[in-house]
């Protein structure tokens, strides 16, 4: 019990964390409320289950194409809806609302409603205390840790990530020190819907794809985002566990558990916020004026 | 006979200088012809059920703009107060056996304190930080909802409520003028002192602050105000439907809200009326095609969006009026002077 509940956390852990940093690079980075940003996590999964059942490639390979390809239809989106109104941040949320909704229904033609499901890159599973711990979930975890540790790289040690770092901290500044403020936030949302898509390649072999996958994950990762801090990396990470483990501890211990899984996460939320309105890690930062 | 001439006459004077003046007042004042004389000309029972459930929305998209259109307090979760309004009358109605003419006000109230609870932890927040905080309150709420099936009916919801009244025509009425009376003082509010501190806030709550406003006591009686009027609309809904489900409460209930008061254009009261008024009726015309319905909806949106960022109605107004430069006053766009200043428009 306990064993499964620390698997089952820490996989919908990383998972949140992947979707909810990508989230808040964009955030950070343009002031985008990227509600889109699990729909293209849904896209990734569909591309992978067209792959693999209808064109019979190898797993692995699915996943690499479906996140070029998810990334493309983020950047081309980007570019189409989203850059020319970047004035007005009203209308840049209901356009990302609007995009998730038409790529639901897109999906939903497509494939139909279906549950459908993607096969186990690895079967066979280790026995820990009693406990079966598939492969797959190990593989999950260690992916999602590896991916994390990746994009900790990227922006700690490259010209890019302190580029991205650096416009998220002050885009004025930032555009005068001669960086091309447009083309970093195109960047920015290439590695987040890049990212997303890397959470949708992780998570399928593990759940069911439908075209209402978005929503769940969606306000888990708002949920972490707040918790952790707008902007700040490790506040995401941080949140993220906590979020997925609150999330299992409550569907495996509480009756009637899965319906209140999303309540208690987000009660928590409301709960750091009343103490630190900033989140756990978030600095508050400067109002733009 | 002649004194009633003469009021006949001087009403004609003020409907000439105050309404035919400028052809937004025109089109409003037709809405309102059109909306209150309709049963008149057609009864068709399915063309007044879907302008029933508009009405019903256009109050629950204009109690989002005056909150978060006017004090800028993004409110993401805005089916929270249609949810408790919804569920408060319909618990009302069938246990307490109260009527539907006090279980919506009742629901209102319950409503209102809705937004008093989550409005005093989202004070300390603002901008994106409240936006997505307010949407976890529905979520938490639904899933009360469904851990507790026994009182709330989980899944299934509460059913089996009293009609708003006997005769399809008469729920008709009974909506439709609560939607013009209310949207009418929603207006009137947001014209009013209040509204321009709402205004303010939006704009800089430092300022206002500084100018000795209790900023607090204002964003929390606008929580509450837009909780009132939602409440009236989720209310009706469960009193139409008589049924309160937990579709009330779902997320894609206050996106939708917030894209039809964007789509209208916020801070403007008529703007999510109207769009609302356009949606969701086409929406529902499209039923021809049920699985290209939404799709059409989320791509309209998506392109209209491009070319006018402010919203349609906006939009519109400023194509077919002009604001004079020196006494800010509206003129049709077919004049060369203002009517009022005589100062040349250009």
Redesign the interface.
């Known amino acids: 019990m306990i064993i499964d509940i620390i698997i089952s956390g820490l996989i919908n852990g990383s998972v949140y964390a992947l979707l909810a940093i990508g989230f808040s690079l964009i955030f950070g980075v343009a002031r985008i409320v990227n509600i889109a940003h699990t729909a293209f996590y849904m896209v990734a999964s569909y591309c992978i289950y067209y792959a693999t059942h209808q064109m019979g490639v190898h797993p692995v390979l699915a996943m690499l194409v479906a996140i070029g390809l998810v990334t493309l239809i983020g950047l081309i989106c980007y570019k189409l809806f989203i850059d020319p109104i970047r004035e007005h941040e009203a209308a840049v949320l209901i356009a990302t609302i609007a995009l998730a909704i038409a790529m639901q229904e897109i999906m939903l033609l497509i494939f139909t409603g279906d549950f459908l499901s993607v096969p186990a890159l690895v079967t066979g599973y280790l026995k820990i205390f009693e406990v079966k711990i598939a492969y797959q979930q190990l593989l999950t975890f260690a992916v999602a840790l590896l991916i994390l540790a990746g994009v900790w790289a990227l922006l700690k040690k490259t010209r890019l990530g302190l580029a991205i770092r650096s416009t998220a901290e002050d885009r004025e500044v930032a555009n005068l020190m001669g960086m091309n403020e447009s083309r970093v936030a195109m960047m920015t949302m290439a590695v987040s819907v890049g990212l997303a898509a890397f959470a949708g390649a992780v998570v399928v072999p593990l759940s069911v794809v439908h075209p209402h996958m978005w929503m769940h994950p969606l306000i888990m990762m708002m949920a972490v985002v707040v918790l952790g801090g707008l902007g700040s990396l490790k506040g995401s990470f941080v949140g993220a566990y906590i979020l997925g483990l609150a999330e299992s501890l409550v569907v495996f211990l509480i009756p009637m558990g899965a319906f209140l899984k999303g309540s208690v996460a987000l009660s928590i939320m409301i709960l750091v916020l009343l103490i630190r309105p900033e989140g756990l890690f978030g600095v508050a930062f400067e109002e733009e004026r | 006979m002649a004194v009633a001439g003469f009021y006949l006459r001087r009403l004609y004077t003020i409907f000439k200088g105050e309404v035919l003046v400028l052809p937004s007042r025109v089109v409003v004042f037709l809405f309102f012809l059109v909306v209150l004389f309709l049963p008149i000309v057609t009864q068709d029972p399915y063309l007044l059920r879907i302008l029933i459930l508009t009405s019903i929305f256009a109050i629950l998209a204009a109690s989002w703009d005056l909150l978060s259109g006017f004090t800028g307090q993004l409110n993401f979760g805005h089916a929270l107060f249609f949810g408790v309004g919804a569920y408060t009358s319909a618990l009302l109605n069938l246990h307490a056996r109260i009527p539907p003419s006090g279980s919506i006000p009742l629901g209102a109230l319950g409503a209102v304190l809705a937004g008093l609870i989550i409005g005093i932890?989202c004070l300390?927040?603002?901008g994106?930080?409240l936006?997505?905080?307010t949407?976890?309150?529905p979520?938490?709420?639904?899933?009360?909802v469904?851990?507790i099936p026994d009182i709330t009916g989980g899944e299934l919801g509460v059913s089996g409520l009293d009609r708003l009244s006997r005769s399809r025509v008469s729920d008709y009425y009974i909506t439709v003028v609560l939607m013009l009376g209310l949207c009418t003082i929603m207006w009137k509010i947001t014209d009013s002192n209040t509204g321009v501190i709402f205004h303010a806030i939006r704009e800089?709550e430092?300022a206002v602050r500084t100018a000795g406003i209790n900023t607090t006591r204002y964003k929390l009686l606008a929580f509450s105000l837009s909780g009132f009027f939602a409440g009236i609309a989720g209310g009706l809904y469960a009193h139409f439907m008589r049924i309160a489900g937990p579709s009330t409460l779902e997320?894609s209930m206050s996106?939708t809200v917030?894209?039809w008061a964007?789509?209208g254009g916020?801070v403007t009261i008529y703007g999510p009326v109207g769009a609302v008024f356009i949606l969701f009726p086409v929406l529902e015309f499209l039923r021809f095609w049920p699985?290209?319905r939404?799709?059409m909806?989320?791509?309209v949106?998506?392109f209209i969006?491009?070319y006018m960022?402010?919203g349609l109605l906006p939009w519109l107004r400023d194509k077919i009026e002009e604001e004079c430069p020196r006494c800010k006053i509206r003129n049709v766009a077919t004049r060369k002077t203002c009517r009022v200043c005589t100062a040349p428009l250009d």
């Open positions: 932890p300390r927040l603002r994106t930080y936006a997505l905080t949407l976890a309150f979520i938490i709420l639904m899933g009360i469904f851990a800089d430092l997320v996106f917030v894209i964007v789509f916020i699985e290209f939404m799709l909806f989320a791509v949106i998506l969006l491009l960022p402010d």
